[in-house]
């Protein structure tokens, strides 16, 4: 993460869904926020040139960058950190790991792998995985109560919801779009 800067509390995801209006979107950002691209949808060069497109207008409104891809990568593309499962995730000194995470066990992970921060999901139902069962806020609040690093909400999250979960960190692809 960005040297002396403080967590964000608010995560925007991309998506093939709101790629189209992702500019718009991380500009309605307040500022220090945090953006995790990802971008399955794209061939390798596009996504490179996609993700340097974002990465600039990110950094220009101060925002964190995280990519969805190996440490190598990230530290290519001069990523200020990782995005994946916690087997995914490798020791990368000098870039910001967010563990995705949707049980105690896959909590458990995280923190072996060291994760800095986890993305709990789904808090809420999600158009991501329509039919999936969602954590729910009590569920969602236990599970979050057993991890050291900062938790960040995922799934069905808008303004709304978030408020109904009584959580300060949390995430959303739809819901910030």
Do not use: C
Not at 89 to 109: D, K, S, V, Y
Not at 135 to 146: E, V
């Amino acid at each position: 993460m960005v040297k002396n800067q403080p967590f964000p509390q608010l995560w925007l995801l991309s998506d093939a869904r709101n790629d189209a209006v992702l500019e718009d979107a991380l500009r309605s950002l307040p500022r220090g926020s945090g953006f995790v691209f990802r971008h399955y949808h794209l061939p390798p060069t596009e996504r490179w040139s996609r993700f340097r497109a974002l990465a600039r207008l990110a950094r220009s409104l101060e925002h964190v960058v995280i990519l969805s891809d190996s440490a190598q990568t990230a530290r290519e593309w001069r990523a200020d950190g990782v995005y994946g499962t916690p087997k995914s995730l490798r020791p990368a000194a000098g870039l910001f790991r967010i563990a995705t995470a949707h049980n105690l066990a896959e909590i458990g992970q995280a923190h072996r792998a060291k994760a800095d921060a986890i993305m709990l999901s789904p808090a809420f139902a999600t158009r991501s995985h329509p039919g999936a069962a969602s954590l729910g806020p009590l569920r969602f609040r236990m599970l979050a109560r057993h991890t050291q690093a900062p938790v960040i909400a995922l799934g069905g999250i808008t303004e709304a919801t978030a408020n109904r979960l009584k959580w300060p960190n949390w995430a959303a692809i739809d819901g910030l779009s």
